[in-house]
């Protein structure tokens, strides 16, 4: 029989975005290969039964740290598991994965993504009245802190790095095991044709016109570079490229302040946005480079699963998904959402079709789809878990023997 997993998460609902999507698709791959994996979550929908609500009855949205530490000290101390596996900074567990990144990190580059330095010296002042998130950052400290501490999984080297800088972490306390994805979607060729034609309709443009397609997906349109984005394809679109290029947006996020900027850039007409999509497969389908000139993503998943798609990428160091594809082979990694001169050498770059052909390419040959799928995390989390299990049978066989 497996081991038995509890991984602890403060929500589950898929809504909420790519950490809770990771988590639940981390469940189903250990459960794969064995492992009981049990979910402990304070607030969130029930959906399978290895999905346990600890606070469902308590009021509000969300759930603060002390609550939900002794809400959870309670369910440990009535069930056995032998790895507690958190992504919350618990100092009980035997793991903890900062799937966000760094409290630390968070909050200083949500400060540089305003690109005004009296807003990030107010957001950098301001960010202890959040009462929550300032509990969990000192939660984080001085779980960090603990020569003793659980083992600290990092999503990406940008994350490990994080953990070195802000808190002074040993590298032997980190174990990087980059973020992964489920590859096996499906896509309906019915809905992908539909869609492209609908773009193409609203673009005023034909296939016969060659366009290059240029996707960027996500929520928060600030922090993700929505605007560094418009401005490179304004400079883009004054060079002179082998095919034109058009920017598709998806996402929750409000867009009227970028259609004012696309606007008054005059690439208006290059840019179109189709809201919130349940599928992200499907835009992947019909666009030809995936771009996401982030501040800050610990490791996005948007960029994971257009490399899943075969399809090259654009993003900048602050993201820790450029840890899984090559620079100037399977995309382009920026310095900084604020170069935008070369994020709009990037997209020169790929409006044309040659460069494309090349880096979707040596994606394929390099197997990329393998390297960032979830069951090659679940594998090396397997081998962690058991080197856990082995030093709390050497700790026990000690004390016994004293």
């Known amino acids: 029989m497996g081991k038995k997993i509890a991984i602890v998460i403060e929500r589950i609902d898929t809504a909420l975005g790519g950490a809770e999507r990771s988590v639940l698709e981390l469940s189903a791959a250990l459960s794969a290969r064995g492992a009981q994996v049990t979910v402990l979550a304070a607030k969130g929908q029930r959906r399978t039964e290895n999905v346990h609500i600890l606070c469902g009855n308590k009021s509000g949205k969300r759930t603060c740290h002390r609550t939900f530490a002794k809400v ?140 290059v397609f240029f996707l960027f997906v996500a ?10 984005l418009i401005k490179a394809m304004h400079l883009a679109t004054r060079r002179q490229t082998a095919n034109a290029a058009f920017a598709i947006i998806a996402g929750s996020g409000k867009t009227r302040k970028y259609y004012r900027l696309a606007e008054k850039l005059n690439v208006h007409n290059k840019i179109i946005s189709l809201g919130p999509l349940k599928h992200i497969n499907d835009l992947l389908s019909i666009s030809d480079v995936s771009v996401l000139p982030t501040f800050y993503d610990p490791c996005s998943r948007f960029i994971l699963e257009a490399l899943a798609a075969g399809k090259p990428v654009i993003t900048t160091r602050f993201n820790g998904a450029a840890d899984l594809f090559v620079n100037d082979r399977h995309g382009k990694v920026i310095d900084s959402p604020e170069n935008v001169s070369q994020l709009a050498d990037a997209i020169s770059h790929f409006a044309d079709r040659n460069n494309i052909e090349k880096a979707a390419e040596a994606i394929a040959a390099d197997n990329l789809r393998e390297k960032i799928s979830v069951d090659r995390v679940a594998k090396e989390l397997l081998s962690v878990y058991d080197c856990i299990s082995r030093k709390k049978s050497e700790r026990q066989c000690t004390q016994l023997s004293r």
Do not use: W
């Open 72 to 211: 959870l000290s309670k369910h440990l101390s009535e069930n056995r598991y032998d790895v507690i596996h958190s992504v919350l900074p618990f100092d009980f567990a035997d793991v903890y994965q900062p799937r966000g990144g760094t409290y630390v990190e968070s909050i200083l580059r949500n400060a540089a993504s305003y690109q005004n330095p009296l807003i990030e010296s107010y957001k950098k002042l301001t960010a202890f009245a959040n009462l929550r998130r300032t509990a969990l950052m000192r939660a984080e400290r001085r779980l960090c802190e603990q020569t003793n501490g659980p083992t600290i999984i990092a999503i990406s080297q940008y994350v490990a790095e994080q953990l070195k800088q802000h808190y002074a972490v040993s590298q032997e306390r980190i174990v990087v095991i980059p973020n992964g994805i489920r590859i096996n979607a499906k896509l309906n060729a019915t809905t992908s044709d539909r869609l492209r034609s609908q773009v193409l309709a609203r673009l005023g443009i034909k296939e016969a016109d060659k366009p």
């Open 219 to 228: 929520n928060n349109f600030r922090l993700k570079g929505l605007a560094a």
